[in-house]
């Protein structure tokens, strides 16, 4: 323990460690400063001390008393323990292990160091390592369950899966016949289908099935249950077994379209491909139509077959899908049978469908084959899917002509005035496109959708400023950059990076993208608090999927598209530097008294600017409703000019370039960068490394191959 204090002094320090752990800081910080004031060199006190002041965010002080509490007790194991914490805090985690490991040289068996270094052996991927520890946990402690359930799970991270089902067996031979309890039988169910997906995994499928049935009346989760049952049922391959179970579960939930896809897995009539022989269509078509009759209520029984028929037997099909549809009136109808137009003669047959449907309409009021009338909206309804349908198929000016007609036709629906925006900017018109989306916005103001369609229009037009005012209308407090950034708005930020680097103002443009590139490193961090919550709450497959979710974090699109942002913002700079938005405007060719007066109106923006933040400030540094003070940080560099002042700028976009070629390393665009950015600095191999894979991923286009040469 280091050096030991008097009684009250010892009951004092106790009280600084519990007021730390209920987050009473000044209390803590109280007695610190009573046991100091008698023991001014006692290292764990100072320790503690500044793990308080920490907490109250000064930092430079609190590494100051830890560091100089270490040094007064270096054998003391809470000493390295709080600094680990201290490094935690700040994200150092390969520091933290280092402090922790420190600690369990002088108190190997202290298992609240244990269980911290677990966690951060669980953040930083060190399996190895994760495996020793949690398996020491459960040797000081083997009547405690989380640490079976740890020592498992780290044997299956660990691609162990084998023994992870050893392990969990043998804590199932600790407990009772009647265990669990009420209050458990939820937490102990996830267990057993954890222990059971671990089975499938393991490759022991009748082992697995056996266990499930076995288990059954343990087991809460019946839904999860029954899937489990007809994955087991399908891999066996009793598919006899598999489809009646797929059908009792299609009972349950008949518009779920993994269900569908699983029965015809069942009756081999799958194919991943979607490609299928004329018997298999008609086997199809003869189980679809079965299976209508049974589910009458769903869409998705009627929605699948498009997919596979072809000819009369699709138009038929899909006659009798669409009608219903318009009349109702339906506006995601279109977005619903979008994936149609990429199977070749169904996009043109839909037309000629739909095409049939309004001449008959505008003729007779009715539908072809029926006598009653259409109520007046289906032929809007109709005008609306054309008008997308022409837009799809690039003809842009009969599509603004039916939309238009919509519109004429009822000038109320929103929907129309949102798609009209959209064949503008497919055509090209960015700046009617971001009117025609305002005009839809002011229809219904109450509408986030809406106003963030809008808003992305207006950024698509570089019309910054005025989407950032739009932006704040669904804002808390008005502060649309702090806002947005928290809730970690991210294709906000990516558009309005690319309007910057669009508009040349590269220092904004790289500030955004690596706003978000910051998101990423916090949804990185989120996952930490879930190492142990998951593990005390059992909910075991959940949390091994989302550690599989983490690790394939980066090579999601927004990452993808911030990194690549990035990367070209650097290019740019390196090929021209500037030093600031400012100075680039001045060396454009303006005339002198030109340059005069927009250096006038940009320093009289910054007034303004800074006169509203101070504002904000002052405002949110009030006593709020809850008597608590609210400091709003100041944004330091709200132009990026900082970022610009890199001294090399190639060495920061080769630290992006590496994260995608690691992450996505199929995307033509991830190589084109490489090659810009090796040949900037003169790496001739690695440039011609990037014209191969280019070449690998798309050797019959060569345009990007002629745009490297």
């Known amino acids: 323990m280091g050096a030991s204090l008097p009684p009250k002094e010892a009951n004092l320090f106790k009280l600084i460690v519990k007021s730390y752990e209920t987050k009473q800081y000044k209390k803590g910080l109280k007695a610190a400063d009573a046991i100091l004031k008698k023991f001014p060199e006692h290292g764990e006190t100072l320790s503690m001390k500044g793990l308080t002041l920490n907490c109250m965010d000064r930092k430079s002080e609190a590494y100051e008393l830890v560091r100089l509490g270490l040094k007064n007790d270096l054998k003391s194991h809470v000493c390295w323990h709080v600094y680990g914490l201290l490094y935690r805090s700040d994200r ?65 991270l660990n691609s162990n899966g084998a023994k992870a089902v050893e392990i969990l067996e043998a804590y199932e031979g600790t407990l009772e016949d009647d265990y669990p309890p009420d209050n458990e039988r939820c937490e102990h169910g996830e267990m057993l289908l954890y ?34 049952e007809v994955s087991l049922l399908v891999k066996l391959g009793r598919l006899e077994e598999g489809a009646n179970l797929y059908k009792a579960l299609l009972t349950m939930n008949p518009d779920n379209y993994r269900y569908y896809e699983g029965l015809q897995k069942c009756f081999v009539l799958y194919s991943e491909n979607g490609k299928y022989s004329s018997d298999e269509i008609d086997q199809l078509d003869a189980l679809y139509k079965s299976l209508a009759e049974q589910y009458t209520w769903s869409s998705a029984v009627k929605r699948i077959p498009l997919d596979f028929l072809q000819g009369d037997k699709f138009r038929e099909a899909a006659i009798s899908y669409i009608k219903p549809l318009l009349t109702k009136g339906v506006p995601s109808l279109f977005s619903d049978l979008s994936p149609l137009y990429d199977h070749p003669g169904k996009a043109d047959m839909l037309e000629q469908l739909i095409l049939e449907l309004e001449h008959s309409i505008r003729i007779n009021g009715r539908y072809p084959d029926r006598t009653e009338k259409e109520p007046p909206s289906t032929l809007l309804w109709i005008l609306f899917f054309l008008a997308q349908h022409y837009d799809r198929r690039g003809q842009y000016d009969v599509a603004l002509s039916k939309i238009d007609e919509a519109i004429q036709h009822t000038p109320t629906v929103i929907d129309l005035y949102s798609v009209k925006s959209r064949i503008l900017k497919h055509a090209g018109d960015l700046v009617a496109a971001a009117s025609l989306a305002d005009e839809a916005r002011c229809m219904d103001l109450a509408d986030r959708y809406i106003n963030s369609e809008c808003v992305k229009r207006m950024l ?14 669904f804002t808390k407090d008005g502060d649309q950059h702090n806002n947005l950034h928290d809730m970690q708005c991210m294709w906000y930020e990516l558009a309005s990076g690319e309007s910057y680097f669009r508009q040349g103002d590269l220092g904004r443009a790289l500030k955004k ?17 879930f190492h142990s919550y998951c593990l005390r709450k059992m909910t075991l497959r959940a949390y091994v999927e989302m550690l599989k979710f983490q690790d394939r974090l980066h090579s999601h699109a927004y990452f993808h598209k911030a990194a690549a942002g990035a990367i070209r913002c650097y290019l740019k700079f390196y090929d021209s530097p500037v030093n600031s938005p400012a100075e680039e405007e001045d060396n454009t060719s303006k005339t002198p008294s030109q340059k005069k007066k927009m250096k006038k109106q940009r320093k009289a923006e910054r007034a303004k600017k800074e006169a509203e933040e101070k504002n904000e400030e002052s405002s949110a540094s009030g006593n709020s409703k809850f008597g608590k003070r609210h400091i709003k940080p100041v944004d330091p560099d709200p132009y990026g000019e900082k970022l ?66």
């Open 92 to 156: 150092e985690y390969r520091e933290a292990i280092k402090c922790y490991r420190n600690a369990l040289r002088i108190d190997p068996d202290n298992i609240e160091i244990l269980r911290d270094l677990s966690l951060l052996q669980a953040q930083m991927r060190d399996l190895t390592g994760f495996v020793e520890t949690r398996q020491q946990l459960l040797t000081l402690k083997p009547n405690h369950r989380m640490n079976w359930i740890g020592f498992a799970v780290a044997h299956h």
């Open 195 to 228: 222990k059971i997906s671990l089975l499938e995994e393991c490759g022991f499928l009748e082992r697995a099935l056996e266990e499930l049935h076995k288990k059954e009346p343990k087991i809460v989760d019946k839904l999860t249950y029954k899937e489990q």
């Open 460 to 473: 698509q037009a570089d019309q910054v400023a005025l989407a950032e005012k739009t932006a704040v209308l």
């Open 513 to 529: 993208f690596l706003a978000v590139e910051k998101h990423y490193a916090d949804i990185t961090e989120d996952q930490f608090d």
């Open 644 to 709: 610009l002042k890199t001294e090399d700028p190639l060495s920061e976009a080769t630290k992006y370039l590496k994260l995608l070629q690691k992450n996505s390393p199929d995307s033509l665009e991830t190589h084109l960068l490489s090659f810009e950015v090796n040949m900037r600095k003169q790496k001739i191999l690695l440039a011609f490394q990037a014209v191969k894979q280019l070449l690998r991923l798309d050797a019959e286009n060569r345009i990007h191959i002629a745009a490297c040469i």
